[in-house]
């Protein structure tokens, strides 16, 4: 019996290594997968498709559909690094319940910058702009 429960944990050990060294190889070998990964703190606050509590990514990128995808990538990007206040205020004052954040004219997006680096930004940049189409 002990021979089993060991195999079976040995068992349950090698299947998980081998599924996370996997898993960070693939995210590795594709940008845009890796650019949805570090995106998963931006969920604290927008959701792909959901109003949360700032718009959704779709709902931004419907707004800036005619913007050049060089103009946006390089306005995304700051964005990110520095925050953004106002541009949304009016939309999120007739979209979001009030009730769940306080003061929407007080809601901004904080500087996301003390937590990636350039290349990181990127690579989310890249990923958002995959959910045009
Ligand atoms: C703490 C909440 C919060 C987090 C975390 C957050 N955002 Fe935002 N984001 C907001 C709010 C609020 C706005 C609307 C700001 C405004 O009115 O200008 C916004 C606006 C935006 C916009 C639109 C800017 C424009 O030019 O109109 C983009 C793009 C964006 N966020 C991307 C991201 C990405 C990517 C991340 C993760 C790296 C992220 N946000 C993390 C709250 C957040």
């Known amino acids: 019996m002990k021979k089993i429960l060991t195999a079976a944990v040995l068992a349950i050990v090698a299947t998980t290594s081998i599924s ?7 995210i590795e070998k594709d940008p845009i997968l890796k650019g949805k990964m570090l995106a998963k703190r ?14 959704s ?8 559909k005619d913007v050049p995808e060089e103009t946006l990538k390089k306005q995304f990007t700051d964005v990110i690094k520095n925050g953004s206040k106002g541009r949304w205020t009016e ?5 979001i319940k009030t009730k769940k954040v306080g003061s929407v004219e007080a809601m901004y997006m904080p500087p996301q910058k003390p937590y990636y ?4 930004i990127e690579l989310i940049v890249n990923w958002l702009l ?3 189409k």
């Open 91 to 95: 939309w999120m004052k007739g979209h």
């Open 57 to 64: 990514f779709k709902e931004i990128l419907k707004r800036y």
């Open 20 to 26: 996370n060294a996997l898993t960070r190889e693939e």
């Open 117 to 120: 680096n350039d290349k990181e």
């Open 130 to 132: 995959t959910l045009k």
């Open 42 to 55: 931006c969920s604290w606050c927008h959701d792909i498709n959901r109003t949360v509590i700032a718009p």
